[in-house]
């Protein structure tokens, strides 16, 4: 009984309700340094010469898929991917 209660609270802890990710911490404008020291080394990364995709997986919620998009070395864009883009408020 009691190895169940540890496993049941363990796997609470690690699902918990909100991705572990600072994307909360991103601003437009932001540089790709001040988006790395926020959020940390991306998962992966693409694009070429003026324009890059920073890609995150938070560690609790794998099959969710975090973007920023650099471009001329400033965040244009952000978020999970295939949520309901919000136009940007300038």
């Known amino acids: 009984m009691r190895n169940w209660f540890l496993i049941i609270t363990l796997a ?5 309700c909100s991705p572990w ?3 909360h911490n991103v601003e437009l404008g932001m540089t790709k340094a001040e ?5 940390g080394k991306p998962s992966n990364a ?5 324009e890059e995709y920073l890609w995150y997986v938070p560690a609790n919620r ?4 975090y973007y920023v998009h650099i471009v001329n070395g400033k965040v244009e864009a952000y978020g ?6 919000q ?3 300038q």
Request: charged fraction near 5%; aromatic fraction near 6%; avoid cysteine.
């Open 12 to 16: 609470v802890l690690l699902s918990g």
């Open 21 to 23: 990710i600072g994307l």
């Open 35 to 39: 988006v790395m020291q926020q959020m």
């Open 46 to 50: 693409s694009g070429n010469s003026n």
């Open 62 to 65: 794998f099959w969710e898929r």
């Open 80 to 85: 999970q991917l295939g949520a309901q883009a």
């Open 87 to 89: 136009p940007a408020q």
